[in-house]
């Protein structure tokens, strides 16, 4: 079992930052890859961001070149540092984990962009 704990989250003018972590209660995240999510209110739950075991990068168009996901040498916790952030990236930002074949999720943090 692991669990994931996300925090950062809150309200922020449009342009400004955030940084989200999701601290685990295990070191899985340098031999196992993790994800960032996000769920806006009436629509589907999006990759956002992830990490392979490599360190590897991926990210949706829409956060390009404004979010970094990243992770600390203990390989605990990761981060995904936001930037110029806009109305639309409003939600509730999930991570995830996988660990022998098992997704684990955090409970969500709620980002609020405002106008």
């Known amino acids: 079992q692991v669990q994931l704990v996300e925090s950062g989250g809150g309200l922020v003018q449009a342009g400004g930052s955030l940084r989200l972590s999701c601290a685990a209660s295990?070191?899985?995240?340098?031999?196992?890859?993790m994800a960032w999510y996000r769920q806006a209110p009436e629509k589907q739950r999006e990759l956002v961001a992830s990490m392979a075991n490599n360190g590897a990068t991926l990210y949706v168009d829409s956060v390009k070149g404004r979010f970094t996901i990243s992770r600390n040498a203990d390989g605990n916790t990761v981060y995904l540092q936001m930037s110029s952030l806009k109305p639309e990236d409003t939600a509730v930002y999930y991570c995830t984990a996988g660990l022998n074949g098992v997704n684990f999720w955090g409970q969500g943090t709620q980002v609020t962009v405002s106008s």
């Open positions: 295990r070191s899985i995240f340098i031999s196992n890859g």
